[in-house]
């Protein structure tokens, strides 16, 4: 079966059922002022959870293969490669990992959208969308509702930002190098039409704008893409509410509103039932945090960069070679931090140092593996502590940021790994496990990243 099979099949099942069995009250909660609740994909207020739950072995296979696509999607953005990797094996969905509530037109209609750090997009699925498998949003029911035409002068900056002249006589299917969509050739017509591919998906969407409503906050005339057409299973089913810096972000369309600022507590996937927050906008935010400078790359706007310096297991700073963490914006090189990758992925010759030194304080303990993870125990184990340490910033994590448990508890494994092999990007990705339990807080005007530990409920 295909995956688009696969996803136009079982997710209305999937609606159907968790509406039949009723959501948990939880679940309706209404957001309020500009803090949206953060789910997790799989939590019980999710209608995009597997319909019979995985045992712990596949959810983490699951989620190490999601990330592999990631990677390699995350690789493109960076380096400018046409990579559309072909999703194989049990893929129930493969997208972000943390949906937000969102409504879009008048009167609003509810899309559960994805949230990603990584890109500056949003677009949602809209009626007589083709291969979409879940809600979608119904333009002719909302007064506020407007198809951009190819004269708007937001079709011109999507085309700014896509269509990128030197790439012009590469054959269609050549993914433009430095666009931020990835927007393959958009067409001029009566509406402002443009392809794009996000993982191992291809998006057909044109530019609408209408009301797009986050918590009480109502944001009028929200330009966004109008997804007709998908293929792949990397689409979330819902939309994406994209949190990247570039132009036409969320961040750039709500400027008056929320300066570019933004905060995150995402919820760890195994408090199925938590609900971590997004709060949007300077209010509220957290005082007492630690800050580390956010590295600005032109070509890749869309990315949050920040300066990795070193990684200490138990007290001992590890011998990383400084290239292994060196920021180059002409290559893409570095590291990111990014809320849709589970697993930490460290450059090979950073993660074997680091790998080694945890594994010599293990002693004599017998490694065993699973999946991509090359360092798990079936005894056990004292385990000594990890501290990134960020320019300005060390942050030490509570071992549930980098050790993952068997739900039966026999095995213990490392949850970080060397980036694979074929992504060659120089890459360092911090990912959403690392950040779980943690305010990380998005301080674009000052150019500083905030970490602070939070449980997020
Ligand atoms: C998008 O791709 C489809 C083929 O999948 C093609 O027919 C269409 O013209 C493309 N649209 C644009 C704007 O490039
Ligand atoms: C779910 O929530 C309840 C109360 O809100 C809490 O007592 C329980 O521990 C939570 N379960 C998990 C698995 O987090
Ligand atoms: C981080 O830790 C190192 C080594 O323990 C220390 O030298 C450095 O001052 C710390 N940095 C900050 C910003 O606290």
């Known amino acids: 079966m295909k995956p688009s099979h696969l996803h136009s099949s079982i997710l209305p099942l999937l609606f159907f059922l968790t509406l039949a069995h009723g959501l948990s009250p939880k679940c309706n909660t209404p957001d309020k002022g500009s803090t949206l609740q953060v789910l997790h994909v799989f939590s019980p207020c999710s209608p995009f959870r597997p319909p019979t739950p995985l045992s712990w072995e596949e959810s983490v296979l699951q989620m190490q293969s999601d990330d592999k696509t990631r990677l390699l999607y995350l690789s493109t953005l960076v380096a400018g490669k046409s990579v559309v990797p072909i999703a194989s094996g049990r893929q129930i969905i493969q997208s972000p990992t943390y949906i937000v509530r969102a409504t879009v037109g008048t009167p609003p209609q509810t899309m559960l959208m994805a949230v990603d750090t990584s890109n500056d997009a949003a677009w949602v699925p809209c009626t007589g969308c083709v291969g979409c498998s879940s809600a979608v949003f119904n333009p002719a029911k909302s007064t506020s509702f407007k198809s951009l035409g190819c004269q708007d002068a937001q079709c011109k900056q999507v085309t700014d ?44 969407a044109s530019l609408a704008q209408d009301t797009l409503k986050l918590a009480t906050d109502p944001v009028p005339s929200y330009t966004f893409g109008c997804v007709q057409k998908t293929t792949g299973n990397s689409m979330p089913p819902q939309g994406l509410l994209g949190l990247g810096r570039g132009p036409l972000s969320l961040l750039s369309q709500t400027q008056s509103l929320y300066q570019s600022t933004f905060s995150y507590c995402l919820p760890s996937f195994k408090s199925l039932n938590f609900s971590g927050s997004l709060k949007l906008g300077t209010k509220g935010q957290p005082l007492r945090i630690k800050y580390t400078p956010l590295l600005k790359n032109p070509r890749r706007s869309s990315l ?61 303990a017998m490694v065993s593996s699973l999946g991509g993870f090359d360092t798990c125990y079936t005894v056990p184990v004292t385990i ?37 092999d074929n992504v060659n990007s120089g890459l360092n990705v911090i990912a959403n496990l690392q950040q779980q339990n943690h305010r990380v807080l998005f301080d674009v005007p000052n150019s500083r990243l905030g970490v602070a530990r939070e449980l997020c409920t």
């Open 304 to 364: 949050y960069y920040v300066n990795l310096l070193a990684i200490k297991v138990g007290r001992r700073i590890v011998n990383i070679p400084a290239s292994a963490f060196a920021f180059n914006p002409a290559t893409g090189a570095g590291t990111i931090i990014d809320s849709g990758t589970v697993f930490t992925r460290l450059v090979q010759p950073a993660y074997i140092v680091v790998r080694d030194e945890f594994r010599r304080r293990m002693g004599r």
């Open 384 to 420: 000594p502590t990890i501290t990134f340490m960020f320019a300005g910033m060390n942050v030490t994590l509570p071992q549930d940021n980098f050790l993952i448990h068997s739900t039966a508890g026999s095995t213990t494994c490392l949850a970080m790994a060397a980036a694979p």
């Open 161 to 204: 930002i896509v269509y990128c002249p030197h790439i012009l006589n590469l054959p269609h299917t050549v993914i433009a190098a430095s666009c931020i969509f990835q927007v393959q050739n958009p067409t001029c017509g009566t509406t402002c039409s443009f392809n794009m591919t996000y993982g191992s998906s291809t998006i057909a």
